[in-house]
């Protein structure tokens, strides 16, 4: 079976000028790319572009490929593959993770299985419709050995930590992350994230962080993630690279300094980004991090999901308050204690530095989506990359279209270690997205998120079409891709 998409306009992830051409699909594969003769099935893509599959690099979708297969809310939006296992919530161990999954999906019931090798094959036994990536997470490892405990790991615990992510590393996993804001990894000093993160020498696994701080101590905690890249050798990715809060919006010129400093002698160091000035977390972590304590901040704070008062959704922390005459501290802990999975959308950061850090070289584009699909999630679930064509690209010129496909495609296969994907090439998995580029664009608003972008038509993933269109397909071809170690 070989399809032939005809005379678009050809991004082919590396970063070069488009030209027009034809792709041929044959079977999973990309049979040929310019001249292509007949094929048993024709897509006329006169005005229209193709490209890699978009891969996005930061997702919380561990359980949402097992409880949302279609994967739509990521498929309509180009994407074709999805790293899950982010900011330090990993998939396994079981029961430390099915505390997470709760969390996102509080009605869904999680299916049993045994380490990640387990959850591997989970997901090869039951197909998603994206091809999934995947981290193991340390707050989840340290959960299960530890549980929140607010000290350094005694010789044993620290070996039962090890052990799980030498298991980890077995099954295929890409790399560890830590997420250091969040309950229990905050609990974790330096020396035993550099100690976990040596297991992945001598494999291309990375190493993913959600730092310790993003606010006032950001280079300090760029410093931090540095340092462990430079102590372990393992290549570093910074979470969701950004300054928040007002007191610190510029600060990214010198976290992207620091970040070129480490690249002159020899580091691999690398980020990802969303692509908005508003974030998106658990109630808790804010309160924990003290993340707001005036009126001010509590303005910008909105419940996104709260699936025991769902009518608080889409309020402000400071529009509760103001309610219940409370300070707006009070109504946050009084969100939390309600429910504490609450996850909030706060409006922190500014324009001009979410433009700096996308254009720097070693930013790539990761949703950080939080698949709450009930509720009012953050836009850049659907439409991260929707956005960083559309707007930040086309309308803005922050960078040029070819290179923007490129950090959402070539440059995060071979980050992430993703072996024949990311680009358009003869040989490669057809992982393909059809695109508008005059009419790409993001949709959804924070009061309405919950919208698909417009202007991607057509989505392939291993040769399979998962949305045709724009409409989804129902087919289920995603793949686990686990590490190859060269
Ligand atoms: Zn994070
Ligand atoms: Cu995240």
Same mark, same amino acid.
């Given at each position: 079976?070989?399809?032939?998409?005809?005379?678009?306009?050809?991004?082919?992830?590396?970063?070069?000028?488009?030209?027009?051409? $034809?792709?041929?699909?044959?079977?999973?594969?990309? %049979?040929?790319?310019?001249?292509?003769?007949?094929?048993?099935? *024709?897509?006329?893509?006169?005005?229209?572009?193709?490209?890699?599959?978009?891969?996005?690099?930061?997702?919380?979708?561990?359980?949402?490929?097992?409880?949302?297969?279609?994967?739509?809310?990521?498929?309509?939006?180009?994407?074709?593959?999805?790293?899950? @296992?982010?900011?330090?919530?990993?998939?396994?161990?079981?029961?430390?993770?099915?505390?997470?999954?709760?969390?996102?999906?509080?009605?869904?019931?999680?299916?049993?299985?045994?380490?990640?090798?387990?959850?591997?094959?989970?997901? +090869?036994?039951?197909? /998603?419709?994206?091809?999934?990536?995947?981290?193991?997470?340390?707050?989840?490892?340290?959960?299960?050995?530890?549980?929140?405990?607010?000290?350094?790991?005694?010789?044993? *615990?620290?070996?039962?930590?090890?052990?799980?992510?030498?298991?980890?590393?077995?099954?295929?996993?890409?790399?560890?992350?830590?997420? !250091?804001?969040? *309950?229990?990894?905050?609990?974790?000093?330096?020396?035993?994230?550099?100690?976990?993160?040596?297991?992945?020498?001598?494999?291309?696994?990375?190493?993913?962080?959600?730092?310790?701080?993003?606010?006032?101590?950001?280079?300090?905690?760029?410093? +931090?993630?540095?340092?462990?890249?430079?102590?372990? %050798?393992?290549?570093?990715?910074?979470?969701?690279?950004?300054?928040?809060?007002?007191?610190?919006?510029?600060?990214?010129?010198?976290?992207?300094?620091?970040?070129?400093?480490?690249?002159?002698?020899?580091?691999?160091?690398?980020?990802?980004?969303?692509?908005?000035?508003?974030?998106?977390?658990?109630?808790?972590?804010?309160? #924990?991090?003290?993340?707001?304590?005036? +009126?001010?901040?509590?303005?910008?704070?909105?419940?996104?999901?709260?699936?025991?008062?769902?009518?608080?959704?889409?309020?402000?922390?400071?529009?509760?308050?103001?309610?219940?005459?409370?300070?707006?501290?009070?109504?946050?802990?009084?969100?939390?204690?309600? $429910? %504490?999975?609450?996850?909030?959308?706060?409006?922190?950061?500014?324009?001009?530095?979410?433009?700096?850090?996308?254009?720097?070289?070693?930013?790539?584009?990761?949703?950080?989506? !939080?698949?709450?699909?009930?509720?009012?999630?953050?836009?850049?679930?659907?439409?991260?990359?929707?956005?960083?064509?559309?707007?930040?690209?086309?309308?803005?010129?922050?960078?040029?279209?070819?290179?923007?496909?490129?950090?959402?495609?070539?440059?995060?296969?071979?980050?992430?270690?993703?072996?024949?994907? @990311?680009?358009?090439?003869?040989?490669?998995?057809?992982?393909?997205?059809?695109? $508008?580029?005059?009419?790409?664009?993001?949709?959804?608003?924070?009061?309405?998120?919950?919208?698909? /972008?417009?202007?991607? #038509?057509?989505?392939?993933?291993?040769?399979? +079409?998962?949305?045709?269109?724009?409409?989804?397909?129902?087919?289920? /071809?995603?793949?686990?891709?686990?590490?190859?170690?060269?």
């Amino acid at each position: 079976m070989t399809l032939a998409i005809r005379n678009a306009l050809i991004f082919d992830g590396t970063g070069s000028e488009p030209s027009v051409g $034809d792709v041929l699909i044959d079977a999973d594969r990309i %049979g040929a790319v310019g001249g292509v003769g007949p094929a048993d099935e *024709e897509i006329d893509g006169t005005g229209l572009a193709v490209a890699p599959g978009f891969i996005d690099v930061h997702t919380h979708d561990d359980f949402a490929a097992l409880f949302h297969r279609d994967m739509t809310f990521k498929s309509r939006g180009g994407v074709t593959t999805c790293i899950v @296992g982010n900011c330090g919530f990993g998939a396994a161990p079981w029961d430390a993770a099915s505390v997470m999954a709760q969390s996102i999906h509080p009605k869904a019931e999680m299916p049993r299985y045994d380490g990640y090798a387990g959850y591997l094959a989970a997901l +090869e036994a039951n197909p /998603p419709g994206v091809n999934i990536g995947v981290l193991a997470g340390h707050g989840t490892i340290r959960m299960a050995v530890m549980g929140t405990e607010r000290r350094a790991p005694t010789d044993v *615990e620290m070996a039962e930590m090890h052990e799980i992510v030498v298991e980890a590393l077995d099954a295929g996993v890409l790399g560890l992350s830590t997420g !250091l804001i969040y *309950e229990p990894g905050r609990h974790a000093q330096t020396e035993e994230i550099i100690e976990l993160t040596s297991a992945l020498q001598g494999t291309t696994a990375l190493y993913a962080s959600h730092m310790r701080n993003e606010a006032e101590d950001l280079l300090a905690a760029v410093r +931090e993630t540095i340092r462990i890249g430079a102590e372990t %050798g393992v290549p570093v990715q910074i979470s969701h690279h950004k300054a928040t809060g007002r007191a610190n919006w510029g600060l990214v010129r010198e976290s992207l300094a620091l970040i070129d400093d480490a690249r002159a002698s020899g580091q691999v160091v690398n980020a990802d980004q969303y692509p908005y000035t508003a974030g998106s977390t658990l109630l808790r972590a804010v309160m #924990q991090n003290k993340m707001f304590d005036d +009126e001010d901040g509590a303005d910008g704070v909105v419940v996104a999901s709260c699936a025991a008062r769902p009518e608080w959704e889409g309020r402000s922390i400071a529009d509760l308050a103001a309610e219940w005459e409370v300070e707006p501290v009070a109504a946050a802990r009084r969100v939390v204690d309600e $429910d %504490g999975s609450t996850f909030v959308v706060i409006h922190s950061m500014c324009e001009p530095d979410v433009e700096l850090v996308m254009a720097h070289p070693s930013t790539m584009v990761g949703s950080d989506g !939080l698949p709450t699909l009930d509720a009012r999630p953050h836009p850049r679930l659907y439409n991260t990359f929707a956005r960083v064509l559309g707007l930040y690209s086309r309308e803005r010129g922050v960078l040029s279209m070819a290179e923007a496909v490129r950090r959402m495609t070539g440059y995060s296969a071979d980050t992430f270690g993703l072996v024949d994907r @990311g680009y358009v090439r003869r040989g490669g998995f057809a992982d393909l997205v059809v695109f $508008d580029p005059a009419g790409v664009i993001d949709q959804g608003t924070f009061d309405d998120p919950n919208q698909y /972008p417009i202007g991607i #038509q057509h989505v392939f993933v291993n040769g399979v +079409e998962v949305v045709r269109d724009d409409v989804p397909t129902g087919a289920l /071809p995603g793949r686990a891709l686990r590490r190859v170690d060269t």
